[in-house]
């Protein structure tokens, strides 16, 4: 292998520049050239591009975002996007594509696969956790201690003023954040799809309010909702205006949003993507199509269809635990 290229690409996840660091080290050990694209897929249709050295990338391991920024693409939706990417990749006699990104855009390069011939590798990364064959993505750890320390601060204000309070937390359509950042926040109720399903809703309310007031009777303390996004319809503030317009029940909302994607990655942010970066480029020699996973404590290689055809539940354990503790 002579040349390696990278992309970041779909929702940016704290610990992917960690990642690229690990790659571009990884290929100037092994004298491989390694190529970044700029903008996720559209970098490759524009080639927008730069080598990238170990000078570059050896201040980055303990920043957020992505110094190759990161961009949705909708051109790889149609077989001339991805036509365009095949033939800068050729032009760049690039080997291998390594792709640091969500299961969007591992769905993007498994289109690719139809028109270059090269080796594809993904590195998962994204805050939401919902790929399966790894135990966490890169990003999600520092998700949730960004949530959790934000929710412990609004509990402060929620005791102080006796409140309910409904805090909306990121995940898209799957729970692990709301799941983990509501035990770790000793929230009084976790509303997710897991335990959720739409058709429940207004049983879920029922016994939301019923929760709420017999809290409210029995002692002066606040009551905090995390309810996880595109989980109820409009939202927090529509949470917040049922429990209004149901029972008469006031509450404060805070929708955590996009600091959840921001920040320092943790430390067990950078190690994943250290390690998970390392691994991608070994790879890279021998196999294509696969995403590197991390599946009690060991390094894996997974087919990216395996990757990405199913969610990953919730692990079942820290339902079991919400179920005990409430
Ligand atoms: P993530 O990778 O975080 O899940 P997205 O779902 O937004 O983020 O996907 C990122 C990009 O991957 C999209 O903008 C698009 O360029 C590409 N992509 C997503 N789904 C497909 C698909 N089915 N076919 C081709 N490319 C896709």
Redesign the pocket.
């Known amino acids: 292998m002579e040349s390696l290229a990278i992309i970041t690409?779909?929702?940016d996840?704290p610990g992917m520049n960690a990642a690229i660091r690990a790659i571009v080290l990884s290929c100037h050990a092994k004298g491989i050239k390694c190529i970044g694209f700029y903008h996720?897929?559209?970098g490759l249709i524009e080639d927008e591009c730069l080598t990238l050295t170990p000078e570059m990338v050896r201040p980055i391991l303990q920043y957020g975002g992505t110094i190759l920024k990161?961009?949705?693409?909708?051109?790889?939706?149609t077989d001339d996007?991805?036509k365009n990417v095949a033939k800068t990749l050729k032009r760049h006699k690039v080997d291998s594509l390594v792709v640091i990104?969500?299961?969007?855009?591992?769905?993007?390069?498994?289109?690719?696969q139809s028109y270059w011939s090269g080796r594809l590798i993904g590195v998962p990364?994204?805050i939401?956790n919902d790929l399966a064959c790894t135990d966490s993505t890169i990003g999600f750890s520092t998700a949730v201690s960004t949530a959790t320390h934000a929710i412990d601060k609004i509990r402060d204000t929620a005791n102080a003023f006796e409140r309910v309070f409904i805090v909306e937390v990121m995940g898209?359509h799957s729970g692990h954040i709301a799941f983990n950042v509501g035990l770790a926040t000793a929230a009084e109720s976790i509303l997710s799809f897991e335990n959720c399903p739409s058709s429940s809703l207004e049983q879920v309310k029922l016994s939301l309010i019923e929760q709420i007031q017999t809290q409210q009777k029995n002692n002066h303390t606040s009551f905090v909702i995390v309810l996880a996004e595109n989980l109820w319809p409009g939202g927090a503030q529509g949470l917040k205006q049922t429990l209004n317009d149901t029972a008469n029940i006031e509450s404060a909302v805070c929708v955590l949003g996009y600091i959840q994607r921001g920040g320092s990655p943790c430390p067990e942010d950078r190690i994943l993507a250290t390690e998970l970066g390392i691994e991608a480029v070994e790879a890279a020699y021998s196999e294509s199509g696969v995403m590197i996973g991390k599946e009690q404590g060991k390094l894996i290689r997974r087919c990216i269809i395996a990757a990405t055809e199913q969610k990953k539940p919730v692990d079942q354990a820290i339902h079991s635990v919400y179920q005990t503790l409430t």
């Open positions: 690409s779909g929702g996840a996720g897929y559209n990161s961009a949705r693409c909708p051109q790889m939706h996007g991805v990104g969500g299961d969007g855009s591992f769905r993007g390069m498994m289109a690719l990364a994204t939401d898209r």
